[in-house]
């Protein structure tokens, strides 16, 4: 049996139900297309005759029509070849005097990579286009600025069960159905403004039954994808804990984007204990949300949702009203925002935990802000220079620790101090290296360097260590340094700075 | 019921023709030869394509429709050495085709054509100009446009009685004229319309260089090319809509 959405679709405007003026507007719009010469952007939620409206209307002008839809592969380059030459063209038939509409279906949906800049080349398709052009989508805001901007918009409303119930009655006698009137109203009211899902409905139950009853009908209430912004608000100012956690059942947001959008919402309407609480329960879910990561095991993503709706909603102490303008949440852009700075930190944490033997993670977070401390807008300077020389940092490094401005004269000559002491070094090492064979002591004991005894101490047991895995335990300080110059970077012991001095001895002289 | 037996150069120039332009086509399996008409996704290009039975080594058909996938065929096709034939045969049970290339076997899941996009009707066009050329004048004047410009203008100027390709290009213009000489026959009439030049690209690919080529013109009207092939047992016709010349 053939699908009645299909058999019964309008073949012209006309025909077209609920929504009148919208469907006037179409027609209007089609009908001095060639004054404006504008496209128009059709939207509405699924199931109101955006589309059947198009076709009905193309067929109305006499006007052959090219589709282009979410089956279709939708790159960039399918809608300039195809979109876009079908709106430049002019057709078969009339040739260049000719009209031709262009049905983008879905306009507002393009999907990650496979259909790769699809949407920007929508807007250049409607901009460059000769050819009457409708762009179909459910989300208007989904779609660009630009894109909305070019083009004029005409929204179809859900439709009433007043007029769904004709359509249904006009399709049972069609059908040669019997029906109660009653039956046709509960369908019509269950599906809520989508026409054909009342058609679909019916047809399912007609399929069913001689008679169609009211007590036949008993499809229940269809699954409805809840936006976003009705969500916070009904979370934020409505629903009581459970009323929240049921609706965020119907939101297509996974926990982790949902939390996101929470966290950065609540603040805008509740302030003082309420707000600490709410993210209090906002961090419980976050902790939930580093279980499932952790664990993989998403049956925990319960207890993540659990907090973040039902935790959030009891938080609230008092009643809240109004309009409240929630934006989408500002983690992603803050992430992209401060790569830079962050790319920044992590290559001086990789150093200094190179350096000292600490991981990454420690670098940065107990290492990191002590330098940052002591070393504030590089108060003290010798002391600045010395990080600057032991991290080797350059300057745009040295002004995220210090907070001094990159470009200033003073870390600019810090930076070139430390140059300066690290040749220094350098030379005063090799010497250790070259002439006071076998004290490695020694060569420490110059460096000019507090603070660092538990380094030497280290950095003596390292030579021997070096020493020892050449075979060659009466070796002199050269063999050792030469040693440790055949596991320069090797690392594989994972201790520190192996012999760093006599390491950029050799170097120089090499 | 259809079982045929055809050289590999006319199958493959057969398909070549249409998949310029589809991916997949409706092929009407007549009496008296083969018919393929379709019409590219963005309404723009239509190709019709017909093959007498007589360009076959043997032919039987009773009038069937099949859908196929033009390239899985072409890369059968491809299969077969120049001069060698290529069996073609429809199982009506199993709706596929099994083709036989000198023992090599190879079994075509077809397509139902009711899936494939409906074929256009032809439009009946009544175009003034008529100008029948070499195939190689065809590729000379679509490459050195292609070199400019994505668009390429075809006119007649009656006056001076020769046929011209012009392309303007952002910086570059390239203007080619064709005197009555150059022409194996040229029917004045007013013409002049603009085309878009990435399908006459591909239809370029499938015109022979060495055929006679047809083109009606008109002025701001679709173009119509046709030229033989298979020694003149196969048809092809395409029809190209103008690009609408915006100011």
Not at chain 1, 157 to 172: A, M, N, W
Not at chain 2, 10 to 19: E, F, G, K, W
Request: glycine share 8%; with cysteine.
């Amino acid at each position: 049996m053939s699908d009645w959405t299909e058999t019964y679709r309008p073949t012209t405007l006309s025909e077209v139900r609920g929504n009148n003026k919208a469907r006037d507007n179409l027609e209007e719009w089609a009908k001095t297309w060639d004054d404006h010469r504008e496209a128009v952007i059709v939207h509405g939620s699924p199931g109101v005759g955006k589309t059947s409206a198009a076709h009905a209307l193309a067929n109305d002008m006499g006007w052959p029509v090219m589709e282009l839809n979410a089956s279709d592969s939708r790159g960039a380059d399918v809608i300039e070849r195809v979109a876009g030459e079908a709106s430049k063209s002019g057709t078969l038939t009339g040739g260049e005097s000719g009209r031709r509409l262009v049905i983008l279906d879905e306009a507002d949906n393009f999907h990650g990579n496979a259909d790769y800049g699809g949407s920007r080349e929508v807007t250049r398709v409607v901009k460059e286009a000769n050819q009457p052009v409708v762009l179909v989508a459910n989300e208007f805001y989904d779609m660009s600025n630009s894109l909305r901007n070019a083009c004029e918009t005409i929204e179809f409303r859900d439709v009433s069960k007043r007029s769904i119930v004709p359509v249904l009655r006009d399709i049972c006698r069609r059908e040669g159905v019997e029906f109660e009137e009653e039956a046709l109203e509960k369908i019509a009211e269950s599906t809520s403004g989508d026409l054909r899902s009342a058609v679909n409905d019916l047809q399912a139950v007609a399929e069913e039954a001689e008679r169609l009853t009211a007590d036949d009908v008993v499809t229940s209430e269809r699954d409805r994808t809840e936006g976003i912004f009705d969500f916070l608000d009904a979370l934020i100012k409505e629903e009581d804990a459970e009323g929240a956690l049921r609706a965020s059942y119907d939101v297509d947001e996974t926990p982790d984007e949902l939390l996101n959008w929470i966290e950065d919402n609540v603040p805008k309407d509740y302030a003082g204990e309420e707000l600490a609480d709410a993210y209090g329960y906002l961090s419980n879910a976050d902790r939930w949300l580093g279980r499932v990561r952790a664990t993989q095991n998403y049956s925990f993503w319960r207890y993540a949702t659990d907090n973040m709706t039902a935790g959030v909603a009891a938080s609230r102490r008092e009643e809240k009203g109004g309009w409240t303008r929630y934006g989408p949440p500002s983690y992603w852009s803050k992430l992209g925002r401060t790569k830079g700075t962050r790319n920044t930190r992590d290559a001086i944490a990789e150093r200094i935990a190179e350096r000292e033997g600490t991981s990454v993670a420690t670098a940065r977070r107990e290492v990191l802000p002590y330098l940052s401390a002591m070393t504030h807008h590089c108060r003290n300077r010798d002391l600045t220079v010395r990080m600057a020389a032991t991290y080797d940092l350059d300057e745009s490094e040295l002004s995220f620790v210090t907070g001094s401005g990159k470009d200033t004269n003073k870390v600019q000559s810090i930076v070139e101090d430390a140059e300066d002491l690290l040749e220094e070094e350098a030379v005063e090492h090799s010497g250790s290296a070259f002439f006071d064979a076998g004290d490695t002591d020694s060569s420490v004991g110059g460096e000019p360097d507090e603070g660092t005894e538990s380094e030497a101490a280290q950095r003596d047991g390292q030579a021997t260590l070096a020493s020892t895995a050449d075979g060659d335990e009466s070796t002199s300080g050269t063999n050792a340094a030469a040693a440790s110059d055949g596991t320069t970077d090797d690392d594989e012991t994972g201790n520190r700075d192996e012999t760093d001095d006599g390491q950029s001895g050799l170097n120089d002289f090499f | 019921m259809f079982k045929a037996i055809v050289s590999a150069e006319t199958l493959t120039s057969a398909l070549d023709s249409v998949s310029v332009l589809v991916d997949e086509c409706k092929i009407h399996l007549e009496e008296d030869g083969l018919e393929i008409r379709a019409v590219d996704p963005a309404n723009v290009g239509m190709v019709d394509l017909s093959l007498d039975a007589a360009a076959f080594e043997s032919y039987e058909a009773d009038g069937g429709l099949i859908g196929v996938d033009l390239s899985r065929l072409e890369d059968i096709a491809g299969m077969a050495e120049s001069g060698q034939l290529i069996q073609l045969e429809l199982d009506e049970e199993t709706r596929k085709l099994h083709i036989q290339i000198d023992g090599l076997e190879y079994t075509l899941a077809l397509i139902d054509p009711d899936s494939i996009r409906q074929e256009p009707d032809i439009p009946d066009l009544d175009l003034p100009a008529e100008v029948i050329l070499e195939g190689k004048d065809v590729n000379r004047s679509v490459t050195a446009a292609d070199m400019v410009s994505d668009h390429i203008a075809l006119g007649v100027d009656e006056g001076e009685e020769f046929f011209y390709v012009d392309a303007e290009g952002d910086t570059d213009d390239v203007h080619l004229e064709l005197t009555q000489e150059d022409l194996i026959d040229l029917q004045l009439g007013p013409a002049h319309s603009l085309f878009s030049l990435d399908y006459l690209k591909d239809m370029n690919k499938a015109i022979p260089s060495d055929t006679e080529v047809t083109l009606d013109l008109g002025e701001e009207f679709p173009v119509k090319i046709y030229f033989g092939f298979g020694e003149g047992q196969g048809q092809v016709t395409y029809m190209l809509a103008p690009r609408i010349q915006s100011d």
